[in-house]
DNA sequence: ATCCTATATGCGAATAACTTGCAAGTACTT
DNA sequence: AAGTACTTGCAAGTTATTCGCATATAGGAT
């Protein structure tokens, strides 16, 4: 948000190879921000229209998606989410509450080896590169409210 | 297929509440032949038209879901899967390759400690109810043919 | 500072998945 | 055999996502 972070962003982005254009820096801000994942109405809903028309948010996000910047993350089969990748600590998975959306992050789980032990039971596979993990619940709000 | 295997089937979906309708039997006994997840897309190709509208494939495998006969599964973004839950292992997870969409199941992981590590660690919820885990990779004929 | 050009964007229209309302059909009880 | 509640088909609608193309602009070159 200050100025040192807004010029790092930009950096960022061109060092991933896009332009920095006023959309991309709002749509990367804003996934930072939120340091979780966001589905795309809620981005929608934040930068359409004005800043980021449509057909380009889904475009840059498949582009960020690309180039590593986001991951996209399973938590709604109606519409795709995606989170920032946060460097500092890249593998992890989330809580969902099957009510209200609310998102725990999870410590990561030991990635190595359950790929690997997946791969070792799997016959007709090469290769496991990658796996999704996410959990769903109430949280205490929810459970209060409907009690 | 045979004659035992359609009463019984029958007898299920009553059991369940439903009536036994030529639709339902077809689909209930495209998904348990499956023996793993399918796509609606693929689903739609099948009984589509003739046997079911697409209006009541969706409402059907709503239904199915809410009776616990079928359970969604989250392995693409752009459609949904369902597999038909055969009670004699419930719980298991899937390998999918991301090139041919070939599936393999893969055996249970310890779900009890796995969710009950998971709402230990989670201060803002009550309860953890389900979880999905999946993984993704390469299966040795894509790898083959990309050589 | 200005120019150039590849890259990005906006707009409109097109898909694709999924849902809804309602009138008509039928499985199953009596 | 008849009645009713549950199911279905059809048509129209909604929402997420994509595509084509003409215009705009970021960032390097001058």
């Given at each position: 948000?200050?100025?040192?972070?807004?010029l790092?962003?930009?950096?960022?982005?061109?060092?991933?190879?896009f332009?920095?254009?006023?959309?991309?820096?709002?749509?990367?801000?804003?996934?930072?921000?939120?340091?979780?994942?966001?589905?795309?109405?809620?981005?929608?809903?934040?930068?359409?229209?004005?800043?980021?028309?449509?057909?380009?948010?889904?475009?840059?996000?498949?582009?960020?998606?690309?180039?590593?910047?986001?991951?996209?993350?399973?938590?709604?089969?109606?519409?795709?989410?995606?989170?920032?990748?946060?460097?500092?600590?890249?593998?992890?998975?989330?809580?969902?509450?099957?009510?209200?959306?609310?998102?725990?992050?999870?410590?990561?789980?030991?990635?190595?080896?359950?790929?690997?032990?997946?791969?070792?039971?799997?016959?007709?596979?090469?290769?496991?590169?990658?796996?999704?993990?996410?959990?769903?619940?109430?949280?205490?709000?929810?459970?209060?409210?409907?009690?």
């Amino acid at each position: 948000m200050a100025k040192t972070r807004t010029l790092s962003l930009k950096e960022e982005l061109r060092a991933a190879g896009f332009r920095a254009t006023p959309g991309r820096l709002a749509l990367a801000q804003l996934l930072m921000d939120a340091h979780g994942p966001l589905g795309t109405p809620t981005m929608a809903e934040k930068l359409v229209p004005g800043i980021f028309d449509l057909a380009t948010l889904y475009r840059t996000l498949k582009s960020f998606e690309e180039a590593k910047l986001v991951r996209m993350v399973p938590i709604d089969q109606r519409f795709a989410s995606y989170e920032w990748i946060e460097d500092e600590h890249g593998h992890h998975h989330h809580l969902v509450c099957q009510f209200c959306g609310l998102i725990e992050e999870i410590p990561p789980c030991d990635l190595e080896t359950l790929e690997k032990k997946v791969l070792a039971g799997a016959p007709r596979f090469a290769s496991v590169t990658s796996h999704s993990l996410e959990f769903f619940g109430t949280c205490l709000k929810c459970r209060k409210r409907s009690k």
